[in-house]
């Protein structure tokens, strides 16, 4: 994917001069409120991965208020239903919410939530794909894949292919379908390292370096996407929400781990609360500035510049790896050959 030349940032004077979790810089609901979205998205369904917490909830209330038809996934029932509630007791629209049970360390579990969510809608206008895990011990998932790339890469892969078909017969001249897969600044610690991307080993296992090639893949994904489908009416775009510690991802932090950040300064001004962690990526699913576009990775509300020669781990920009095609190529063809469908 070629890399961007416009770099749209819309909220770039709020956050000049952060002043940590609740300051100015937006939030999840001031996206829609700017856009002019509240109750006006009833003709849209939408579908949020991982929504049962932190910026995915606030990502699927603030997506909720806008009429539309939400459809979120949680590990099951009981782990979905309260966030439901929660999420209808303060939304100005009471369109009825569904959920998915997904299992995302379980690709039979994706095939079974495809299936699920076909069954029950012939219409999808945006996917978020905001599930992950971060910084995780050498685990794999059912499929045998190490558990970052298997849950953050292709489980989210496996899922937009199998709703694809849905994603493009949904898209209309007003609105093209949109998929928005969550990266990191994290992407910037390597690329994908193909050797071994189909035969993790415990051997030498770095959980950093395999959460960093996760969200580059998320990245490279959302290009794939744009590149392959843009024509068609259905956009990729890729987020690093920002740096956000009201969540469960970090749940395999440890305390080496605060001392390998703390090197670099204390940057807790920079640090957000969950809504304004969900406001990037609501802002790519809905922002009518961007349609038409897609291939984006963006932070802080608005398209990312490529990374600063003095910026924090934690910054907005992108590595000059992130739009790498060749890479985004053989990442593609493998994500479809593992995952069992075809090149397409």
Request: charged share 20%; aromatic share 10%; with cysteine.
């Amino acid at each position: 994917m070629v890399a961007p030349t416009n770099f749209y940032q819309p909220y770039a004077a709020e956050h000049q001069d952060p002043k940590g979790e609740g300051d100015a810089r937006p939030t999840a609901m001031k996206i829609i409120e700017d856009q002019d979205l509240i109750g006006k998205w009833t003709d849209k369904v939408v579908l949020v991965t991982g929504a049962n917490a932190g910026i995915g909830l606030e990502t699927a209330r603030a997506l909720h208020a806008t009429g539309a038809k939400l459809f979120i996934t949680a590990r099951s029932r009981s782990k979905g239903e309260p966030v439901v509630k929660d999420i209808l007791a303060s939304s100005p629209s009471q369109t009825p919410i569904e959920i998915i049970e997904l299992e995302l360390d379980n690709l039979a579990s994706v095939r079974a939530a495809a299936g699920a969510f076909l069954g029950r809608s012939e219409q999808l206008n945006v996917l978020i794909a905001n599930a992950g895990v971060m910084a995780a011990p050498f685990t794999k998932t059912q499929d045998g894949f190490e558990s970052q790339m298997g849950i953050n890469y292709f489980a989210h892969f496996l899922l937009f292919q199998l709703l694809k078909p849905v994603l493009l017969s949904s898209s209309t001249h007003e609105f093209a379908s949109r998929v928005v897969t969550v990266s990191s600044s994290g992407h910037k610690i390597c690329p994908v390292n193909f050797n071994n991307i189909q035969s993790p080993a415990a051997d030498g296992y770095n959980k950093w370096g395999a959460y960093g090639e996760s969200k580059t893949a998320a990245i490279w994904m959302a290009n794939g996407i744009d590149r392959r489908y843009g024509g068609q009416g259905l956009h990729g775009f890729s987020v690093h929400p920002g740096t956000i510690f009201q969540t469960t991802l970090g749940r395999y932090l440890e305390p080496a781990d605060f001392e390998f950040l703390a090197q670099y300064g204390n940057q807790s001004n920079t640090n957000k609360n969950t809504a304004q962690g969900a406001a990037t990526q609501v802002w790519c699913a809905t922002a009518k500035e961007l349609e038409g576009r897609g291939g984006l990775y963006s932070s802080d509300c608005g398209v990312a510049k490529p990374v600063a020669d003095n910026e924090p781990p934690s910054g907005g920009g992108y590595a000059p790896y992130a739009y790498d095609e060749a890479s985004e190529n053989q990442l593609w063809e493998i994500g479809c050959d593992t995952v069992g469908v075809p090149r397409a």
